[in-house]
């Protein structure tokens, strides 16, 4: 069973969850295309990374979700999160110039579960229905939406889990 990134669950809201995500490691690659090609294009380097293709030579095992974030116009950052017991001193360097690692510190994020296939206005408005419910809450958004995908490409669309995600303010988790 492949791993997936864990979280605590810090709140239920309509439409959406607070989950409080602990430190993590991402090897990440930028790629051109849209949120529709993006993902396949950064799919490759990636999975050459966690295949051997770091300093060590190592094999890593795939997790869940890969990450998807739109940057500047017509560049998307891909990211595989590593597995749950590595950090930045057991992460290896990539091979792959384009490919990079990046250690996340422990954050608050604003998470919208959807199914459905990876067509790009299904990502945008689900994203954009994700701020608009935060800032419904009272919450506070810090920085931009990004995806999450949970499933193979082949796998029907009805039947895939994604979701829409956007970190909150610190000050924002109830506690």
Do not use: C
Not at 142 to 158: E, I, Q
């Amino acid at each position: 069973m492949t791993e997936q990134q864990p979280y605590t669950l810090v709140r239920q809201h309509d439409g959406f969850e607070v989950r409080q995500y602990p430190a993590h490691m991402l090897v990440q690659v930028d790629v051109r295309g849209g949120l529709d090609a993006g993902a396949g294009a950064g799919f490759g380097p990636l999975f050459q990374y966690i295949s051997g293709g770091n300093a060590g030579g190592r094999s890593i095992s795939m997790t869940a979700p890969v990450l998807q974030q739109p940057r500047a116009e017509g560049v998307q950052t891909v990211s595989f999160v590593m597995p749950a017991d590595m950090d930045a001193a057991s992460t290896p360097s990539p091979r792959d110039q384009r490919v990079r690692t990046l250690a996340v510190a422990a954050r608050l994020v604003a998470a919208r579960r959807f199914t459905g296939s990876a067509r790009t206005s299904r990502f945008t408005d689900q994203g954009a229905h994700l701020v608009a419910s935060v800032r419904a809450a009272e919450l506070t958004p810090v920085g931009d939406v990004y995806y999450a995908r949970f499933d193979p490409p082949w796998k029907p669309g009805f039947l895939r889990h994604n979701e829409a995600l956007i970190e909150i303010a610190a000050d924002d988790s109830g506690d």
